[in-house]
C-alpha cells in the first residue's frame, strides 16, 4: 500500500494534520523490527510504536496524537477491506466507521 492512498484517504476524513501524523506512525510501523522480547510475547511492538510515535510528534496537540494513533491502528483494517471489497460479502469501510465499530 503506498503511503499516499492512507494520507489522502484520512485527509479527506479528518484534517491535513491528522493525516500527517497517521502517516508518520504508520511509517514507524513499517520501519521497525520486532524485537525476540516481542516475538515471545513478553513485550509489546504496538506499545513501542506508540512510544516512538509520541516522542516523534511531540510538538503536535495530544488529543491530535491520540486521534492519530487510533486512525493508526485501523490501517490494516481499511487497506484489507479496501483490498478484498466484494470477495466473501466484505465491503469497504471508511476510517470513521471502523472508529465507530471500535467504540
Request: charged share 30%.
Amino acid at each position: 500500500m503506498k503511503y499516499i492512498e492512507v494520507f489522502n484517504q484520512v485527509q479527506s476524513e479528518f484534517d491535513t494534520e491528522i493525516a500527517l501524523c497517521v502517516t508518520q506512525i504508520y511509517s514507524i510501523n513499517l520501519l521497525l523490527k520486532p524485537s525476540m522480547a516481542e516475538l515471545k510475547g513478553k513485550k509489546s511492538f504496538e506499545e513501542r510504536i506508540i512510544r516512538r510515535a509520541k516522542k516523534l510528534l511531540w510538538e503536535v496537540d495530544a488529543d491530535i496524537v491520540e486521534q492519530s494513533i487510533q486512525i493508526w491502528k485501523q490501517v490494516h483494517n481499511w487497506q484489507s477491506r479496501k483490498t478484498m471489497q466484494g470477495l466473501g460479502g466484505c465491503e469497504y469501510k471508511t476510517f470513521r466507521q471502523l472508529l465507530g465499530e471500535e467504540q
